[in-house]
């Protein structure tokens, strides 16, 4: 990476801290407390829906089918070595603790991430943003605020979804090909899990969902160009979003793991 990469990527990376903590700052209580500081209840409403039962389709055919190839994948070497009854276990633990907020982070950039640039990428280009300013009126508070405690709210409740559809998915499998009874399916499954497995995963659902919203937003504010620039924000917005996905759920994986 030359000079001149490396001082565009701090500049860029100084611009979406930026943007995030304004959007913190209209968040705060003592900004709600405030009759010009509140962030309207509606907008926020409208981003719960649109991070939860918009994305629930999805959801539920993405993780249920991983569910059935991880279990099935797991179910021939488990037989080889003869402990075919520790599907349950592993399932439930792969799905909690890595699948499912890992899943869900990778179906919010293809979903929610594309549709926020493409939004604000247009607003922009359209000089809509441009108009909230020239109006004395924050892009951040209308716009970006919304959405992150929008998907601050939705993404715990979609994560936690998440865990009921791939295990559910195990179960289809493990019942179906494998003749295991779903209550014993779910019984070592529940015996397996512990509170702070449930807990990483919630973790890495809200920080995955925060990074996905705010780096879309911080694309869609950048586009220059047109519509062409409209599309390339959108791949970029997706693009970026995935791999700041796996690099944060690597950190938070080693983070959680020295914590013991």
Known sequence: MGPGMMRRTM???GD????????LYWLTPSRLRSRTGVVPARLVIEQIDR?????????VVVLGFVGMILALQLATILEILGVVEFL?????????????????????????????ASEIGSMKVSEELHAYESFSISPTRYLLAPRLLGIAIAA?????????????????????ILGMEWGQYLARTAAALKVEDVVLGLVKGEVFGLTVVSIAWFEGSRVTGGALGVGRATTAAVVKSVVAVIAADLFLTVLFYQIG
Do not use: D, K
């Open 11 to 13: 500049i860029a990376v």
């Open 51 to 59: 991070f939860s039962i918009g994305v629930m389709p999805l959801l």
């Open 16 to 23: 979406w801290g930026s943007a995030v903590g304004q959007a």
């Open 156 to 176: 715990p409740l979609v994560t936690a979804l998440g865990f009921y559809i791939g295990i559910g998915g195990g179960l289809v499998i493990a019942e179906g």
């Open 88 to 116: 349950p276990n592993i399932v439930g633990i792969a799905m909690v603790r890595e699948m499912a907020p890992l899943l869900t982070g990778v179906v919010l950039s293809g979903f929610a991430g594309a549709s926020i």
